[in-house]
């Protein structure tokens, strides 16, 4: 069994939490916390995926 990559693993959870949080923000009806988390979800999963193509171009 493969070991568990701790900060990627972190990275995802982080993601997974703004994507939570933009669906909150809707329920809540704010415009501004929506943007907010999608962009930041947004963010982290792209640089979760740079990080990924620079591991594995190594």
Do not use: E
Request: proline share 2%; charged share 10%.
């Amino acid at each position: 069994m493969k070991q568990l990559n701790v900060p990627m693993f972190l990275l995802a959870f982080l993601v997974i939490l703004m994507f939570i949080g933009s669906g909150a923000a809707i329920a809540m009806r704010n415009t501004w916390l929506i943007i907010l988390f999608l962009l930041l979800g947004f963010g982290f999963m792209g640089y979760g995926l740079t990080l990924k193509r620079k591991r594995s171009d190594s």
